[in-house]
């Protein structure tokens, strides 16, 4: 492994798009790991919920997730590495060159990465995107959600680099090549 690409940003902001482009560009150099995963796993079991319900986008997900949320949050003041640290250990990371965390939403996620793997391997990218791209891209605002720390924690923060997302195409293949020289991939 020799670099760690660690992706924020708010909803909607296309952490998934873009990381799974540029997984796609990379092929087999790459892999995405997704901190959510273990989260989701986890809480299905506890409560022996369909964890593929869990996974996907359904009503399953919602009715869940705000229970999800106060349970992780206790876990994580004991802990706070706990499911980044999970997220790691079940990929195969040790396969290949780069790694891309999708879903960074916490100051204390990018604290456990650097202090784990030491700050030159990692590196922090902040997607942005304007109200108008988020809300045609189906972001509604939604109190107890978009004002809560999982959405907020970071807005504060200072990252590696920052990508504006604005201009939607369907191959990405535009902003993918800004992201390889941004990011000086090959
Ligand atoms: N550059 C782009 N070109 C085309 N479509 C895009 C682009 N960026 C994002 N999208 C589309 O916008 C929608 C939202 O993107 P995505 O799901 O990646 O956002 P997200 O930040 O992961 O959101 P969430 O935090 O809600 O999961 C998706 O349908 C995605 O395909």
Known sequence: MQKIILISGK???GKDFISE??????ADRALIVRISEPIKREWARKLQLDINA?????PYKEQYRRD????????????YGFFCRAAMQQAAVQNVDYVIV?????????????ETYGPDMVETLRLTSLPETRKARGWKFTAGVDDEPSECDLD?????????NDRDEESGEHIIDQLMAMLKLS
């Not at 482009?21 to 990379?26: D, F, I, P, S, Y």
């Not at 504060?156 to 504006?164: G, H, I, P, Y």
């Open 11 to 13: 909803r909607k902001c």
């Open 21 to 26: 482009r540029l997984q796609k560009r990379l």
């Open 54 to 58: 869990m996974l996907s986008d359904g």
């Open 68 to 79: 999800m949320i106060i349970w992780s949050d206790e876990v994580r003041r004991r802990d």
């Open 102 to 114: 999708s879903d960074i939403r916490r100051k204390n996620d990018i604290r456990w990465f650097r």
């Open 156 to 164: 504060d923060s200072a990252f590696d680099f920052v990508l504006a």
